[in-house]
């Protein structure tokens, strides 16, 4: 079965510094692995998502992130971070062979400061 | 554009009730999910779609039930109601496993 553990579950960072936030993962299967953003009272929107290949995957709105097999992690990162990126982050997982559930971290809200 | 419509934004209903949430893709997905959202608790499943009449049990079914009699819709269904079943609900829909999943707007429940 598939877990997802979410490091963090407020970030604050200042306008124009790095975002990082961490996800760690589960998975007896080689995985797929997913970042969705939710702003406020709206539904969940994909980031980015990896499932085989290049392991540094580029999403929307300059996100990108990096699966590291040898520390089961799919980190989040972005150079500079911008007022508009104010939102709750979830990392997922899900895998074929083992259970195909798509299974969520319990969320990073990230604070941008001007 | 995939659309993934939840019937309802906001419900109120009483405890005890039989409380039916419907949701319809429109992308001829595979897989269809539910999901509620509790804050501090992220989304955690509770049911699972992989093909019409399948299903399997998510982290936390008790007290739900599910049907998906066609393809493109999916119900969740909470037998009698329960004040801790007071959430926000999530439907969502992908096409298979790995490809990105499709969220519905949510439904707000409220058993009072």
């Known amino acids: 079965a598939q877990s997802v553990t979410q490091l963090g579950s407020h970030v604050s960072v200042s306008e124009g510094a790095l975002v990082l936030l961490r996800c760690n993962y589960s998975s007896s299967v080689p995985p797929y692995l997913f970042w969705y953003v939710q702003y406020p009272n709206q539904g969940l929107q994909l980031l980015l998502k990896y499932t085989t290949g290049a392991t540094l995957v580029k999403g929307i709105n300059g996100f990108e992130a990096e699966f590291k097999k040898s520390e089961t992690s799919f980190h989040l990162t972005k150079p500079s971070a911008h007022m508009s990126d104010a939102a709750e982050y979830f990392c997922?997982?899900?895998?074929?062979?083992?259970?195909?559930?798509?299974?969520f971290g319990k969320g990073t809200k990230l604070t941008v400061n001007p | 554009d995939v659309k993934v419509t939840q019937s309802s934004r906001y419900l109120v209903k009483r405890t005890g009730e039989k409380v039916f949430l419907e949701c319809v893709q429109d992308?001829?997905?595979?897989?269809m999910f539910w999901y509620r959202q509790d804050p501090g608790l992220g989304l955690r499943l509770i049911y699972f779609?992989?093909?019409?009449?399948?299903?399997e049990k998510g982290d936390i079914p008790e007290g739900y039930s599910v049907s998906r009699e066609k393809k493109e819709r999916f119900s969740l269904i909470l037998e009698s109601a329960s004040t801790n079943q007071t959430s926000m609900y999530l439907c969502?829909?992908?096409?298979?496993?790995?490809?990105?999943?499709?969220f519905g707007q949510g439904t707000r429940l409220t058993v009072v």
């Open positions: 969502a829909s992908s096409f298979r496993t790995g490809t990105e999943a499709f």
């Open positions: 997922a997982v899900s895998a074929l062979g083992g259970s195909e559930k798509l299974v």
């Open positions: 992308m001829d997905h595979e897989n």
């Open positions: 779609s992989y093909d019409v009449k399948m299903k």
